[in-house]
């Protein structure tokens, strides 16, 4: 079993920034594929950001290429999402995800979530 705990969700202004972190309870953490999805009231998950379990393959959804950036700490077991330059429309609850590959986690498959942070950013 895989627990994990998102952090660092918040309030920002339109045009902030805020960095996301995704703690792991397990040493197998790194044979994982990681990612963000997000939920905004009424409207679908929609599947942010992914990073292979070495760290180099990414996925950006086109709403947020150029202003978020994943990253992970295997040794420390932790994810991480930096969100620039942040929209309105970015306001929604994040939630961490695992999967065994980055393609199956694009297709929705997920073999753990986090219970998710809010984020909302005003204008």
């Known amino acids: 079993q895989v627990q994990l705990v998102e952090s660092g969700g918040g309030l920002v202004q339109a045009g902030g920034s805020l960095r996301l972190s995704c703690a792991a309870s397990?040493?197998?953490?790194?044979?994982?594929?990681l990612g963000w999805f997000r939920q905004a009231p009424g409207k679908k998950r929609e599947f942010v950001s992914g990073?292979?379990?070495?760290?180099?393959?990414?996925y950006y959804a086109d709403s947020v290429k150029g202003r978020f950036t994943i990253s992970r700490d295997n040794a420390k077991n932790t994810l991480y999402l930096q969100m620039n330059n942040l929209k309105p429309e970015d306001t929604a609850v994040y939630s961490c995800?695992?999967?065994?590959?980055?393609?199956?986690?694009?297709?929705?498959?997920?073999?753990?979530w986090g219970q998710g942070t809010q984020v909302t950013v005003s204008s």
């Open positions: 397990t040493q197998l953490f790194s044979d994982y594929a």
């Open positions: 990073i292979d379990w070495s760290g180099t393959s990414t």
């Open positions: 995800a695992a999967e065994g590959t980055l393609d199956g986690m694009g297709l929705g498959l997920v073999d753990y």
